[in-house]
């Protein structure tokens, strides 16, 4: 049972979607979905503590590796998975007062399984060690969400799923054009396989076109400026589960594999050193966080706001990528770790307004501090961890990145890096003022502090942000192993 | 010439993905906007297929005659016992391979078969961006989207 467990985290939310269609009941494909998301979380957080032994390598249906599908746990998809899973559980807790009132009756169970299958897509890009299989997972998880935003509220939704539906399939597809030059120089799918034959062919112009394809595929689906123009609309207009678990998950899971596609089958030595990629990401990911920041200032809606803060944040994580080395590796993974939180938490908080006032216009807000302290205490303590105070979790990775970038040298990207955090004060500040500073409208008025059911997984995630802010041994600790061995990696494919 | 025409496969490759990807971006209509991008996946079936393919070679479907596992039709009945002596031959791995299983070339069978998993892939796409056309349709009234902009902008 215990060796089975890397591909029971697939295949049971895979198998239960369907069955949840099957049975329809709605409140008993809750509380089914809230038991699959939490084993599944149980069975992530196994295989991270068997990781001290060494990685797992897991041949489905017992075909030896190159020749079949390979799962494939170390630290660095162990930790992904975990925070996957974590969010996942922790936010399906937190919906069904939420989903009772965003998503019509009719369609609840059919949620549910899209949420599974977004789940199930998320996690096997993490786990799986195959190339196409990345590519089947990758859809897997767009597919549902595209199907999970367009059930929002209003008449936008479906317009703004269609456009992510139309940009994410041309993401993809580049992806799948990519995996095809590859196979076609290597002729093997196998990430290590490929990895090791690469060597060889790595000068032709194929490679260079391959990997291309592959890196613009993966910005789209990351939302890297300037392809993230689907995304404000998409986390605006889906319901607000939906938001809370795809601004925490998805883009972070592309972002795993870039990661994966630089560090394990590209080599850093390719990607940065032929290739100028690391300048490129720098100015990709400064223009970003200055770009979306500012616009985060401009916007009228809560959710919008953080959306453009989101794209901001990506590009924390691929700095710390562009840098190449342990302390930037670990800065770029524990940013996503943190970020996740973080985004989650506040995601969360908004779905609470959501609920309670029924409008996230701030001029609606105007005033909620009275009428819904604790909600709005928990978007102060959200906001100052995406700011990057002391004793909260953006403060950890930001430093690292930080000290990173001292080290390289990179004076330029440290300053720039402290102004773009006075960008996120701003922001963040003015939803503090709107709500606490500001006469009451007379939505915020009248509203009711949100229910506990919502409050206490919203304060689970949110005090999450300050424990992992002051104790960071399970988030910079296990980012930093999976970094070095990412680096050691790549190290030893250079000796051959 | 012959290396540009030879490669005639890839040039239509390329013609229909940028005729598709164009029509991504240039259309204002959903549907065709759709079909654009179903063309720009077609397109990508085409280049996996198109280097699944060696020259001269088969369909890899392994026959009885060549140590395969499966009684070939036209080895007929009074083969069956020298049949199963290749076969244990192979087991052992000194099978004799006759002239012919030299000459037989396979085409790599791995492209087509990754290629239904995509086709399967673009079919879910298809049909989940129609049912969300449909809906915006009930909406909006129209599938134009400078309109559906318009009316966005004016509510």
Same mark, same amino acid.
């Given at each position: 049972m215990i060796e089975q467990l890397p591909v029971l985290v697939i295949v049971i939310p895979l198998m239960a979607a369907p069955l949840f269609v099957l049975i329809g009941n709605r409140k008993l494909v809750l509380l089914l979905t809230q038991l699959?998301?939490?084993?599944?979380?149980?069975?992530?957080?196994?295989?991270?503590?068997?990781?001290?032994?060494?990685?797992?390598?897991?041949?489905?249906?017992?075909?030896?590796?190159?020749?079949?599908?390979?799962?494939?746990?170390?630290?660095?998809?162990?930790?992904?998975?975990?925070?996957?899973?974590?969010?996942?559980?922790?936010?399906?807790?937190?919906?069904?007062?939420?989903?009772?009132?965003?998503?019509?009756?009719?369609k609840h169970s059919l949620f549910y399984a899209s949420y599974l299958l977004c789940m199930t897509g998320l996690l096997g890009m993490c786990i799986t060690?195959?190339?196409?299989?990345?590519?089947?997972?990758?859809?897997?998880?767009?597919?549902?969400?595209?199907?999970?935003?367009?059930?929002?509220?209003?008449?936008?939704?479906?317009?703004?799923?269609?456009?992510?539906?139309?940009?994410?399939?041309?993401?993809?597809?580049?992806?799948?054009?990519?995996?095809?030059?590859?196979?076609? @120089?290597?002729?093997?799918?196998? @990430?290590?396989?490929?990895?090791?034959?690469?060597?060889?062919?790595?000068?032709?112009?194929?490679?260079?076109?391959?990997?291309?394809?592959?890196?613009?595929?993966?910005?789209?689906? @990351?939302a890297v400026f300037p392809l993230h123009t689907w995304l404000?609309?998409?986390?605006?207009?889906?319901?607000?589960? &939906?938001?809370?678990?795809?601004?925490?998950?998805?883009?972070?899971?592309?972002?795993?594999?870039f990661i994966r596609l630089i560090y394990v089958i590209f080599t850093p030595q390719f990607a940065f050193e032929r290739l100028p990629l690391d300048q490129a990401l720098m100015a990709f990911s400064l223009v970003g966080i200055f770009v979306a920041s500012t616009a985060a200032i401009y916007q009228t809606n809560i959710k919008r706001l953080l959306a453009y803060s989101s794209v901001a944040q990506i590009g924390y994580m691929l700095l710390g990528i562009s840098m190449s080395n342990v302390g930037g590796l670990t800065a770029g993974i524990s940013h996503m770790f943190n970020h996740a939180l973080i985004k989650g938490g506040l995601f969360m908080v908004v779905g609470c307004f959501a609920l309670r006032i029924g409008s996230l216009k701030l001029e609606d807000l105007r005033g909620a501090g009275k009428t819904m302290p604790l909600t709005s205490f928990a978007w102060v303590v959200g906001g100052l961890g995406l700011i990057g105070v002391p004793m909260t979790a953006g403060f950890v990775s930001k430093w690292l990145l930080l000290t990173s970038a001292l080290s390289l040298e990179l004076w330029p &990207?440290?300053?720039? @890096?402290?102004?773009?955090?006075?960008?996120?004060? &701003?922001?963040?500040?003015? &939803?503090?003022?709107?709500?606490?500073?500001?006469?009451?409208?007379?939505?915020?008025?009248?509203?009711?502090?949100?229910?506990?059911?919502?409050?206490?997984?919203t304060y689970i995630v949110i005090g999450s942000t300050i424990v992992f802010g002051c104790w960071t041994v399970y988030s910079a600790g296990i980012a930093q192993a999976a970094a070095k061995s990412l680096l050691g990696i790549s190290q030893a494919g250079g000796i051959q | 010439m012959t290396e540009i025409l030879g490669l005639y496969n890839y040039w239509i490759v390329i013609f229909?993905?940028?005729?598709?990807?164009?029509i991504v971006i240039a259309r204002e209509n959903l549907i065709k906007t759709i079909i654009g991008?179903?063309?720009?996946?077609?397109?990508v079936f085409l280049l996996y297929i198109t280097m699944g393919k060696v020259t001269h070679g088969t369909a890899p479907i392994l026959k009885a005659s060549h140590?395969?596992?499966?009684?070939?039709?036209?080895?007929? =009945?009074?083969?069956?016992?020298?049949?199963?002596?290749?076969?244990?031959?192979?087991?052992?791995?000194?099978?004799?391979?006759?002239?012919?299983? =030299?000459?037989? =070339?396979?085409?790599?069978?791995?492209?087509?078969?990754?290629?239904?998993?995509?086709?399967?892939?673009?079919?879910?796409?298809?049909?989940?961006?129609l049912a969300l056309v449909v809906r915006i349709r009930e909406e909006y009234g129209t599938i134009e989207e400078d309109e559906i902009l318009e009316m966005d902008r004016n509510s």
């Amino acid at each position: 049972m215990i060796e089975q467990l890397p591909v029971l985290v697939i295949v049971i939310p895979l198998m239960a979607a369907p069955l949840f269609v099957l049975i329809g009941n709605r409140k008993l494909v809750l509380l089914l979905t809230q038991l699959v998301c939490w084993t599944v979380f149980g069975i992530t957080v196994s295989l991270l503590s068997r990781m001290q032994y060494g990685p797992i390598s897991y041949e489905l249906g017992g075909w030896p590796s190159p020749y079949g599908i390979v799962y494939s746990v170390d630290y660095l998809s162990a930790f992904v998975m975990l925070f996957v899973s974590g969010l996942a559980a922790i936010v399906i807790t937190y919906a069904p007062k939420s989903i009772d009132q965003e998503v019509h009756h009719s369609k609840h169970s059919l949620f549910y399984a899209s949420y599974l299958l977004c789940m199930t897509g998320l996690l096997g890009m993490c786990i799986t060690g195959d190339l196409f299989n990345v590519f089947v997972f990758l859809e897997i998880s767009s597919l549902s969400s595209y199907a999970l935003i367009s059930l929002g509220k209003t008449r936008r939704a479906p317009l703004a799923a269609l456009h992510y539906l139309i940009i994410g399939t041309v993401g993809a597809t580049f992806f799948l054009i990519g995996i095809g030059l590859l196979y076609q @120089m290597t002729g093997t799918l196998n @990430m290590a396989d490929i990895a090791s034959r690469l060597q060889a062919v790595e000068s032709s112009r194929t490679m260079l076109v391959a990997f291309a394809f592959m890196t613009v595929g993966l910005f789209i689906k @990351m939302a890297v400026f300037p392809l993230h123009t689907w995304l404000p609309n998409a986390y605006t207009y889906a319901p607000s589960v &939906v938001t809370c678990f795809i601004a925490a998950t998805a883009t972070k899971v592309s972002v795993y594999a870039f990661i994966r596609l630089i560090y394990v089958i590209f080599t850093p030595q390719f990607a940065f050193e032929r290739l100028p990629l690391d300048q490129a990401l720098m100015a990709f990911s400064l223009v970003g966080i200055f770009v979306a920041s500012t616009a985060a200032i401009y916007q009228t809606n809560i959710k919008r706001l953080l959306a453009y803060s989101s794209v901001a944040q990506i590009g924390y994580m691929l700095l710390g990528i562009s840098m190449s080395n342990v302390g930037g590796l670990t800065a770029g993974i524990s940013h996503m770790f943190n970020h996740a939180l973080i985004k989650g938490g506040l995601f969360m908080v908004v779905g609470c307004f959501a609920l309670r006032i029924g409008s996230l216009k701030l001029e609606d807000l105007r005033g909620a501090g009275k009428t819904m302290p604790l909600t709005s205490f928990a978007w102060v303590v959200g906001g100052l961890g995406l700011i990057g105070v002391p004793m909260t979790a953006g403060f950890v990775s930001k430093w690292l990145l930080l000290t990173s970038a001292l080290s390289l040298e990179l004076w330029p &990207v440290a300053v720039l @890096m402290l102004l773009s955090s006075l960008l996120a004060v &701003v922001y963040i500040w003015r &939803v503090v003022e709107i709500l606490y500073f500001s006469p009451a409208s007379h939505l915020a008025q009248t509203a009711k502090e949100a229910p506990m059911a919502m409050l206490i997984p919203t304060y689970i995630v949110i005090g999450s942000t300050i424990v992992f802010g002051c104790w960071t041994v399970y988030s910079a600790g296990i980012a930093q192993a999976a970094a070095k061995s990412l680096l050691g990696i790549s190290q030893a494919g250079g000796i051959q | 010439m012959t290396e540009i025409l030879g490669l005639y496969n890839y040039w239509i490759v390329i013609f229909l993905m940028m005729t598709g990807f164009y029509i991504v971006i240039a259309r204002e209509n959903l549907i065709k906007t759709i079909i654009g991008l179903n063309i720009f996946q077609t397109s990508v079936f085409l280049l996996y297929i198109t280097m699944g393919k060696v020259t001269h070679g088969t369909a890899p479907i392994l026959k009885a005659s060549h140590g395969g596992e499966s009684h070939g039709v036209e080895h007929g =009945v009074e083969h069956g016992a020298e049949h199963g002596h290749e076969l244990h031959a192979a087991a052992e791995g000194h099978v004799d391979l006759g002239v012919d299983a =030299v000459k037989e =070339v396979y085409s790599n069978p791995i492209p087509s078969v990754l290629m239904l998993t995509a086709i399967v892939v673009g079919i879910a796409t298809t049909a989940l961006a129609l049912a969300l056309v449909v809906r915006i349709r009930e909406e909006y009234g129209t599938i134009e989207e400078d309109e559906i902009l318009e009316m966005d902008r004016n509510s």
